[in-house]
């Protein structure tokens, strides 16, 4: 036997023996950094998400009181000038169900609840009108929307959040003729937005914001 041989081969093979042991240690431990190195990432994406979504959301919900708005007041013209309609006296709100069959606000805001089914099929009652953050709103005729002027309609729509006040008022300035926020006349009867007013009333949690239009 050559003992030479022998040592060589029993050196080889600890040489090889440690070099496995030592990549699984290098292994193990680079698989414990990566652990660490993902719980880390996941931990800022939902870090992120958690922040991020809600604000999607109420841009999204801004987005969509915006279009309601802009329907609600080109509706409010066709409807007022193109025929004769009764309304309540000056100052006396409309009722979600006059509202609703006046066709002065989109459809998809009227709440309603359906009664049980009688001879003529089911019944469907028009509860109340809602914005898109779920605050009521109001509609009222106005025989002087301003002092001096004609006819209008004002829409009060309550609770809307200081985070979606400044985009919402601002997208529709132009379709109303005076605006408020809170008791402040962001834009006066058909005059410029005031912007440092609107930052300034919206800055309340979440204000009522009246919009009028005039019907002449």
Known sequence: MDIRKESAGYAANRTAAHGVMGA????????????????????????????????????LKANGEVTDLQEAA?????????SAITMPPSGTALGAPAAHALGFYPSHRFTSSTG?????????TINGLKNRFNGDITITPLDAIVTGQGKGIEILSKAVPTAACVKVVGAVAGVFDEILVGSEAVKPFR???????LATGCAAENPDVTYKIALQ
Not at 116 to 124: H, L, V
């Open 24 to 59: 699984r240690r290098r292994q193990r431990g680079m698989s414990l950094v990566e652990i660490g190195v993902v719980v880390a990432l996941v931990g800022v994406l939902m870090a992120g998400a958690f922040v991020g979504v809600p604000a999607i959301m109420m841009n």
């Open 74 to 82: 080109a509706g409010i013209q066709r409807i007022a000038m193109g």
């Open 116 to 124: 049980s089914a009688g001879t003529g099929g089911a019944a469907t």
């Open 191 to 197: 005059g410029p937005l005031n912007m440092a007013t």
